[in-house]
């Protein structure tokens, strides 16, 4: 995952990725038919039970109010990007542009992925809980963008600010701010300010 996350599918070569893990290339070559199959492989093993971990954690929560299940969801998204952030490196690579990889991923993992978070949102607005400013899917990427752009910026962060934003406490900090800026607003209200 790491070599395909680093210099993506193009980049990535079966010599390379033998030499990393110390094995000949003719034994991956034995084992997967070609560097798509070793590809899907690897999102398999990286991605594999994500989706399925949050549906069974929402059906678990169902009897929790839907605004709960919501900030739940933004939490263990989080973390799921913190742990696995050459996953996520790999899916944002290769959704620059149209190709077989993107359409397998999009099958396998972004729309389960997705539909389970839109599902939530589309749930929050019909019980007037959340805005329906926007549809469904729309709130969806707003809610997976404020969750993964601060990981994803992670080298920059630490360039400009000297922060590591894998460290728990800023993973713990930025799920608060998340779920505080999104359900709150990032305004103070002004008749607290004057109090």
Not at 1 to 24: C, E, H, K, P, W
Not at 125 to 133: E, L, P, S, T
């Amino acid at each position: 995952m790491q070599t395909f996350s680093v210099d993506g599918f193009d980049g990535a070569s079966i010599t390379n990725i033998a030499r990393l893990y110390r094995v000949s290339p003719p034994l991956i070559h034995y084992y997967f038919r070609s560097k798509d199959d070793l590809w899907r492989a690897a999102m398999d093993q990286g991605i594999g039970d994500m989706v399925q971990n949050l549906r069974q954690i929402c059906e678990e929560l169902v009897e929790s109010d839907i605004v709960t299940r919501l900030k739940f969801f933004v939490r263990r998204y989080i973390a799921l990007v913190a742990e696995k952030p050459a996953v996520f490196r790999v899916i944002v690579r290769e959704t620059d542009k149209q190709s077989p990889r993107l359409t397998w991923l999009a099958h396998h993992y972004m729309t389960p992925l997705y539909a389970l978070l839109a599902g939530l949102v589309e749930e929050a607005q019909k019980a007037n809980r959340v805005k329906a400013i926007a549809p469904p899917y729309h709130v969806a990427q707003i809610i997976t963008g404020a969750c993964y752009h601060l990981l994803a910026s992670r080298n920059r962060v630490l360039e400009a600010y000297g922060v590591d934003v894998t460290s728990s406490e800023i993973l713990e900090t930025h799920g608060n701010a998340v779920i505080d800026i999104l359900f709150n607003g990032m305004l103070v209200d002004a008749k607290t300010e004057r109090q």
